[in-house]
């Protein structure tokens, strides 16, 4: 059974930083493609914030991000401990919300930022900036 654990959330100042963790157990980060959404408020939907897969044979990682967080946020995993990381710099207010781990079999440049390609969920770790 695929589990995902975040963790890393908090309070930070606009400009300050925060590094999300995100750790997968019952599956390897080789099988599956992990992304992070955000959820602003509870009758919002998911947004799609980021997200890492790897090449297999180009032996390098691909990533996407949001263009709302491009130059400031960097996905990154770590194989050996099964996580995924999201460093969020440069924090504004508008990045408030609760944030999601996500776990899918395969995801392209057209699909990566739909919820619905994801099938395993994590509980989600609050992130609050003030300004």
């Known amino acids: 059974q695929v589990q995902l654990v975040e963790s890393g959330g908090g309070d930070a100042q606009s400009g300050g930083s925060l590094r999300l963790s995100c750790v997968v157990s019952g599956a390897s980060l080789d099988d599956y493609a992990v992304g992070w959404f955000r959820r602003r408020a509870p009758d919002k939907p998911h947004e799609a914030v980021s997200c890492i897969q790897g090449s297999g044979t180009l032996m390098r990682d691909i990533t996407y991000y949001a263009d709302s967080v491009k130059g400031r946020f960097s996905i990154s995993r770590d194989n050996a401990k099964n996580t995924v990381h999201l460093q969020m710099n440069s924090l504004k207010p508008d990045d408030t919300g609760v944030y999601y781990c996500?776990?899918?079999?395969?995801?392209?440049?057209?699909?990566?930022?739909?919820?619905?390609?994801?099938?395993?969920w994590g509980q989600g770790t609050q992130v609050t900036v003030s300004s």
């Open positions: 996500a776990t899918a079999r395969h995801v392209e440049r057209s699909s990566w930022f739909f919820s619905s390609v994801y099938d395993h």
